[in-house]
């Protein structure tokens, strides 16, 4: 009994930071002011079914896709280097790929800005070999590069505390066995990893696909993304209600992957250790 | 059982408590604590320091990007700013929407030295609620290296030729506003036609727009990232001093003239410490210095007069009457306001 009670000042947190703003946010998403008084409504979901509103949620769908997609190709070599005999015992290696992390995002993302500027480094190094230069800010690019930079290591750490724990006698045993390595990698070692990959792709995706911040700075404010269309209802226009909505219904959506996520990682954990 | 639920509750009650007294506590200190809420790079911070050193009064500073941003912080933010920058179409509308407090004038002796032009201005016709801080125009500001069309009106920012090296403001009034006045209708129209077609140009136009930025376009102009941006006057007299390659231009059109004045939110709880900020702002050497800091013109008279010869027949800065005489000055538009509200964001998510 004692023990619970050490959890209470946690209750009183999450009651006052979590589900007090979402009721909040229920509450203004389905509410509007008449001259009468409030009144329920459904009116700011429906607004969300407008053309302009899907093709900006599409568009930041597709954006965190290719952003995921682009860190599990990276990431995942990036983790068996790291989980390999040969580096297992250099920690020094995780910890370069965590240190950027204890920088600001926000700082991290204006470096770029000044990186990729028509007159900034990379593009002072591309004329010095000789090269014409290139555009490479404010275009859907510079913001996948960004998001790809600020939530790679997010699929690299999972990745590799799962690769990193896999029993080495399965491994012997498939080589004992006959297998080379490209069949010991496809039969035992990515299946075995797969909970590490369905976490890495969470933990990119999600923040890839409410990101406000990479896609107003690196991309010029051209691209707009559902987070950034959240942060002008609230922030520019005022317009709390459709904001709110619009919250509600991306939290739905993430819940929603969530879950298929989890169904399918719990499946393989069956499958793998057959 | 009952012995455990109550001290449970009590045990909830002691850490609501001692949360309340922790939030509390960051407004508790015996010296008033003075909100000022101001546009980005818009005052001489050491100005704050001295007022703080002068005075007693401790100065919290942040700052906004765009009249929208702060008027939602303000209107549903919760916010308890007690002086705040905004400009003449938010002015009109915040006394509108009676969230401004009637400033007096006796407190603010050094009312005396602003122009006579920037009072009884239509946004405020009897001085009631704004002292004016500082003012200009908006145009576009181009780099003579890059650009050889002569520039002159705001067409030059559909043309072709200078395809991804235009910066437009991320501010929907503005935007729309010069559009509008291009096509020849007013940077005040309430006209859904005359809007839906200034939409369609600006559509057009994104294809050569290189990004919408904020406070960034001065960095990027002064390094030579873009030929042409539209900017107010006094980031151009800025940008000027950093790179001489960069002029601005009031388009024939007229442009936009405008005011930002100092007000004092209704939310205000130190009215009067807000007035003596509002009066140490006007003082000659500290007007001075905030505009010599920020580059904007200041409808100061003896600041006015104390400033560089240079800098004062600039026009950029301090344009001649007949140059002005186009230039349109912002009206409230809120009962137009989602109209614009939602052509930015079809723009933008273009």
């Known amino acids: 009994m004692k023990k619970s009670w050490v959890a209470y000042p946690y209750v009183v947190w999450m009651i006052m930071f979590i589900v007090v703003p979402l009721i909040l946010i229920i509450f203004y998403g389905t509410v509007r002011t008449t001259p009468q008084g409030m009144e329920f409504t459904l009116e700011h979901f429906k607004r969300f079914f407008e053309p302009l509103y899907i093709m900006v949620l599409v568009r930041s769908l597709y954006l965190a896709f290719i952003c995921t997609i682009v860190c599990l190709l990276l990431g995942y070599p990036v983790s068996m280097i790291l989980a390999s005999k040969e580096y297992r015992d250099k920690k020094i290696l995780i910890f370069l790929m965590v240190i950027p992390m204890w920088m600001n995002f926000l700082l991290r993302t204006y470096a770029w800005l000044t990186l990729l500027e028509k007159n900034g480094i990379i593009n002072t190094l591309i004329s010095f070999i000789g090269l014409p230069k290139m555009d490479l800010l404010y275009n859907q690019w510079a913001v996948v590069l960004g998001m790809v930079y600020n939530f790679l290591p997010f699929m690299v750490l999972p990745i590799y505390s799962v690769l990193i724990k896999i029993d080495k006698s399965i491994i012997e045993a498939a080589e004992d066995l006959g297998a080379n390595s490209r069949t010991v990698f496809r039969k035992v070692i990515f299946p075995l990893s797969l909970p590490g990959v369905v976490s890495g792709i ?8 409410t990101t406000f911040v990479i896609s107003r700075l690196l991309g010029g404010g051209q691209f707009l993304l559902i987070g950034n269309l959240i942060e002008e209802l609230f922030l520019k226009s005022g317009e709390w209600g459709f904001g709110s909505a619009l919250s509600i219904i991306m939290m739905i959506l993430i819940l929603f992957s969530m879950a298929i996520m989890s169904r399918y990682e719990k499946e393989n954990e069956g499958g793998g250790l057959l | 059982m009952k012995k455990i639920l109550s001290s449970k509750l009590i045990w909830v009650v002691v850490a609501v408590l ?14 008033v604590t003075l909100k000022v809420y101001n546009w980005g790079e818009y005052m001489d911070k050491s100005v704050i320091d001295d007022f703080e050193k002068e005075y007693g009064i401790r100065v919290i500073y942040t700052t906004y990007a765009t009249n929208e941003d702060m008027y939602v912080s303000m209107k549903h933010g919760g916010s308890n700013y007690d002086v705040a920058f905004p400009s003449d ?35 405020d016709p009897d001085n009631e609620y704004s002292v004016p801080y500082m003012w200009g125009t908006l145009g576009i500001v181009y780099n003579k290296t890059m650009v050889d069309d002569p520039v002159e009106g705001w067409d030059i920012l559909w043309n072709e030729k200078y395809s991804k090296q235009i910066l437009m403001l991320d501010s929907q009034r503005d935007s729309i506003g010069l559009t509008l006045q291009m096509l020849g209708y007013s940077m005040n129209s309430r006209n859904i036609d005359e809007l839906e077609k200034a939409k369609e140009k600006l559509m057009e136009q994104k294809s050569l727009v290189l990004a919408y930025v904020g406070d960034e376009v001065k960095d990027k102009m002064v390094g030579g990232e ?17 790179n001489p390659d960069l002029e601005y ?12 004045s100092a007000v004092i939110p209704k939310t205000s709880q130190h009215k009067e410490e807000a007035e003596l900020f509002i009066n140490y702002l006007c003082e000659t050497e500290i007007a001075l210095r905030n505009t010599e800091y920020i580059g904007y013109s200041t409808p100061h008279t003896e600041a006015m007069k104390m400033l560089d010869e240079e800098l004062l027949s600039d026009s950029t800065a301090y344009p001649s009457d007949e140059e002005i005489a186009d230039s349109e000055v912002f009206e409230d538009l809120s009962d137009t306001l989602d109209v614009y509200n939602r052509i930015w964001t079809e723009i933008k998510a273009k």
């Open chain 1, 202 to 209: 969470t933990m990119v995706f999600m923040p890839a696909v």
């Open chain 2, 226 to 242: 873009a030929a042409l941006a539209v900017v107010w006057s006094g980031d151009a007299v800025a940008m000027k001093w950093e």
């Open chain 2, 18 to 31: 001692a949360f309340s007294i922790i939030l509390a506590g960051c407004g508790q200190e015996n010296r």
């Open chain 2, 89 to 123: 179409y938010m002015i009109s509308r915040m006394i509108n929407e009676d969230m401004l407090h009637k400033i007096d004038i006796s407190n603010i002796p050094n009312y005396k030295y602003i122009d006579d032009t920037f009072k009884n201005l239509p946004f």
């Open chain 2, 249 to 260: 231009v009031l388009p024939k059109e007229g442009g936009n003239l405008w005011f930002d």
